[in-house]
Structures are given as structure tokens and as C-alpha cells.
């Protein structure tokens, strides 16, 4: 079983950063595979960025490549995700989500979510 806590969410304007954590326990968090996903009121959960076991590979929506970046730190069992350059489309619910060993981008092969973080990107 793991347990996941977002934070970092928040206002912010165009351009702007903001930091994402998630802490995560349960045993054994670095064999976790750890995605980020994201939700508009009235649109489906939709993919953003994962990280694999033990954290040396990634891969990005086409929509936060090369401004997001996705990491973890497996002696905090802790992931993050570093948003620059946010723009007001990044505007949503954000949600980390576990899975043993590799990430995917399908969010119904998570069995593991957070309560999600808010992050609101003013024009």
C-alpha cells in the first residue's frame, strides 16, 4: 500500500514556476514507477510526466516538454515536479499516482493517487 500528499500547488502568472511535490509511503517507494497527471472541471485526467524505477528514465506530455521537468528522490520518497514558463492552459488539478516499477501514461494503470494540488496560471 502507498499513501501519496501533493503540495506545492498555487496562483501564479504567466511565466511564472512552481515546484510540485509528492510525498509518498509504504515500503519499497523506489520500485514505484510515479506519474503526474492533471484535471480540468468536465475534461478526463489526462497524462503529464513519469518517472521510472530507480528514476533514470522520463517522458513528457508533447504539452509540458521541455518545461516541466519530473524528478524524484528515492531517500525522501519524495517526486517532483518543476513547472517553468507556466502558461494559463497549465491551469488544473494536479495529481501524482503510483504503480510498481515502470510508469505509464494510462492513468487506469495507477492504483495509487493523492488527493491532488490546485494550480491556477493567471494571464
Known amino acids: 500500500q502507498v499513501q501519496l500528499v501533493e503540495s506545492g500547488g498555487g496562483l501564479v502568472q504567466a511565466g511564472d514556476s512552481l515546484r510540485l511535490s509528492c510525498a509518498a509511503s509504504?515500503?519499497?517507494?523506489?520500485?514505484?514507477?510515479m506519474g503526474w497527471f492533471r484535471q480540468t472541471p468536465g475534461k478526463e485526467r489526462e497524462f503529464v510526466a513519469f518517472i521510472n524505477w530507480p528514476g533514470a528514465s522520463t517522458y513528457y506530455a508533447d504539452s509540458v516538454k521541455g518545461r516541466f521537468t519530473i524528478s524524484r528522490d528515492n531517500t525522501e520518497n519524495t517526486v517532483y515536479l518543476q513547472m517553468n514558463s507556466l502558461k494559463p492552459e497549465d491551469t488544473a488539478v494536479y495529481y501524482c499516482?503510483?504503480?510498481?516499477?515502470?510508469?505509464?501514461?494510462?492513468?487506469?494503470?495507477?492504483?495509487?493517487w493523492g488527493q491532488g494540488t490546485q494550480v491556477t496560471v493567471s494571464s
Open positions: 509504504g515500503r519499497m517507494f523506489s520500485r514505484y514507477g
Open positions: 499516482a503510483a504503480r510498481p516499477w515502470a510508469g505509464t501514461t494510462f492513468r487506469n494503470d495507477y492504483p495509487y
